[in-house]
């Protein structure tokens, strides 16, 4: 069984772990466990929680590791809904945190402080996910731009005819 493994900058590798002896597979497994419980508890700081930061962290990696003895190899994020992978809804959702920060800036200021950005960020699926045909062709033609490509060309808008001169 070989894996394709992402290691950055546009790379991947081909990788056998058939071939790894049993100390190269338990190094690999308790870096990339290590790795992986320690991602699920980056967002629990001292600065959000300055008495309770350790037990969140404790309870996060706990759920983390709850969850992959489960099979669930990606669990919903803390916090609101997992950010979008793909450039459109990214920029969909880009759109809508916008829109949302305006529309909604007095509900997310009454929110605690440790709590407004996951107001915001949940308010902004929502907006996105009920505006996306509005807001989905603007969102192709950014994407489009941000990629450095053209995007699809606009009808120009017609001149007013000139008015006459006065002039005698």
Do not use: C, W
Request: no cysteine; charged share 30%; proline share 7%.
């Amino acid at each position: 069984m070989s894996l394709e493994v992402n290691i950055g900058k546009g790379l991947t590798m081909t990788v056998d772990p058939s071939k790894f002896n049993a100390e190269v597979t338990a190094h690999v497994m308790k870096i990339g466990l290590r790795n992986i419980l320690m991602d699920s508890h980056a967002n629990a700081t001292a600065k959000a929680d300055p008495q309770g930061y350790i037990a969140k962290s404790r309870e996060l990696a706990e759920k983390k590791l709850a969850a992959m003895y489960e099979g669930i190899v990606r669990a919903a994020a803390v916090g609101g809904p997992k950010a979008p992978t793909d450039p459109v809804s990214q920029v969909i959702l880009r759109l809508a945190r916008k829109a949302v920060q305006k529309d909604k800036a007095k509900e997310i200021a009454a929110a605690p402080k440790d709590q407004r950005l996951a107001v915001l960020n949940k308010l902004a699926a929502e907006y996105a996910q009920a505006h996306d045909g509005k807001l989905r062709p603007r969102a192709v033609k950014i994407v489009a731009l941000e990629d450095g490509g053209e995007p699809e060309p606009v009808a120009p808008a017609k001149a007013a005819p000139a008015k006459p001169s006065k002039r005698k």
